[in-house]
C-alpha cells in the first residue's frame, strides 16, 4: 500500500490516480514535488529499502533512513529531471550500516501533471545486486575455463610433439620400407592435426574463418610431406564462409586424408603437379574438393580397395550429412564432399 501524504486540499482528485498506481507496484516507486520532497511512496520502497513509511510523507528525498539516499551526484541528476532532463538506468550503490551494499538502478522522469506549475518526478528503483553477482559469477567460471581450456591446450601440443618425435625416430630404426611407411604417413596425419588444434586454439570464437584455416592446414601439410616446392604444389581456394569450429575440425580432418592421399599416389616417380582445395558454400549448402592433375585414378581392383583414409573421409562426410563423389578430372582425380544442398550442383564436374 503507498504511503500517502496529508493535506493535499485540491491536489488529491488529480493525484488518486497516480497514488493508485503507485500503491499497487511491486517496483520500488517514488513520487516527488519540483524541490524532491516525497509526495508518496510504494509499499514495495519501504519494504525492500526498510524505511519507516510513516517517516517518508514530505520527507526530503535524501534524509530517507539514515541518509544513504544523500548522495551530490543523485541528487544533481533528480533536480536535472525536474529541469526536464531524465535519469536513465543510473547506477547506485546503496551503503547502509551493517549491511551488505546493494547495486541499484534507478529511472527517473519528469511527469507530464494537469497542473503545469506543478512538477513532479516518478523514480523506479531496481535492486540488480543478484543479478550483478550471478554475473560476477558466470565472468569468472568463464575465465577459469578459458585458462583451463589454455593449459590443456598447450599439453596437447606438448603431447602431439612428443608422439611426432618417437614416429620418426621409429621410422629411422625399422628396416621395413613398409613399416617406414606406415609410421611416416602416421606422423603425416599427426602433424596435419597439430595445425588443426593450434589453429582452433587460437580461435577466441565459436566460429572459423575457413580461408585461413585450410590455407594454414595446407601450408603445414606441404612443409611436411612435398620435398621440392617447384615440383609439386597445394592451392587453396575457399570463399569468405565461416562454420562452426565443431564442423571445421571435421573439413580439416577431410582435407588433411583427401591431400595426403593425393601427395602419395597421384605424383609417383618425382611428377610434377599441383592439388588444389576448393570450398564453396552457398545459403546452407557447401561443397569441398580436393583435385590433383596426377595420374588419376587406378584401374584394377586391388589399387582401387578403399584404405584406412578412404574409411576416415566417408565416415566424417557422413557426420556431416554430405555425400563424397569421386570424378576423373582429365587429367587427374577430383574427390568432393558436398552437403545435400547442393548435391545436384555437381562442384566436381566443374573443377
Not at 77 to 83: F, G, I, R, V
Not at 341 to 351: D, E, M, P
Request: negative net charge; hydrophobic residues 45%.
Amino acid at each position: 500500500m503507498a504511503v500517502l501524504p496529508h493535506g493535499l486540499g485540491p491536489e488529491a482528485t488529480a493525484l488518486s490516480l497516480m497514488l493508485a498506481v503507485i500503491a499497487s507496484s511491486n517496483t520500488p516507486l517514488l513520487l516527488l514535488d519540483g524541490d524532491l520532497h516525497v509526495i508518496a511512496a510504494s509499499a514495495s520502497f519501504c519494504r525492500d529499502f526498510q524505511i519507516e513509511p510513516a517517516s517518508v510523507p514530505r520527507s526530503r528525498f535524501s534524509g530517507l533512513g539514515r541518509g544513504e539516499w544523500a548522495a551530490p551526484q543523485l541528487s544533481s541528476l533528480l533536480e536535472s529531471t525536474a529541469s526536464g532532463a531524465g535519469v536513465a538506468a543510473y547506477e547506485f550503490d546503496l551503503i547502509r550500516d551493517g549491511q551488505a551494499p546493494r547495486h541499484l538502478v534507478i529511472n527517473a522522469q519528469k511527469l507530464d501533471y494537469v497542473d503545469k506549475e506543478q512538477v513532479r518526478l516518478l523514480l523506479a528503483i531496481a535492486d540488480v545486486t543478484e543479478a550483478r553477482a550471478s554475473q560476477k559469477l558466470q565472468d569468472n567460471l568463464l575465465r577459469e575455463k578459458a585458462i583451463l581450456l589454455q593449459e590443456v591446450q598447450h599439453r596437447i601440443a606438448n603431447s602431439l610433439q612428443i608422439i611426432a618425435s618417437i614416429l620418426l625416430q621409429s621410422a629411422r630404426r625399422v628396416q621395413s620400407d613398409e613399416t617406414r611407411g606406415h609410421l611416416h604417413d602416421a606422423h603425416s596425419r599427426l602433424m596435419s592435426i597439430a595445425a588443426v588444434q593450434k589453429h582452433l586454439a587460437s580461435t577466441q570464437l565459436g566460429e572459423v574463418e575457413l580461408r585461413t584455416y585450410l590455407v594454414q592446414l595446407c601450408k603445414s601439410l606441404a612443409a611436411s610431406m612435398i620435398l621440392d616446392p617447384e615440383l609439386l604444389s597445394i592451392e587453396v581456394i575457399v570463399d569468405e564462409s565461416v562454420t562452426d569450429a565443431d564442423i571445421s575440425v571435421s573439413l580439416g580432418l577431410i582435407v588433411t586424408e583427401l591431400v595426403i592421399n593425393a601427395l602419395k599416389h597421384a605424383f609417383p616417380g618425382q611428377r610434377a603437379g599441383k592439388i588444389v582445395v576448393r570450398y564453396d558454400s552457398h545459403g546452407s549448402g557447401w561443397a569441398l574438393s580436393v583435385s590433383d592433375n596426377g595420374i588419376g585414378m587406378p584401374s584394377d581392383a586391388q589399387s582401387s580397395k578403399p584404405g584406412l583414409g578412404t574409411n576416415i573421409v566417408e565416415a566424417l562426410a557422413k557426420r556431416l550429412d554430405a555425400e563424397v563423389e569421386v570424378t576423373d578430372a582429365h587429367p587427374g582425380t577430383a574427390i568432393s564432399i558436398v552437403h545435400a544442398h547442393l548435391a545436384a550442383v555437381g562442384t566436381a564436374r566443374s573443377l
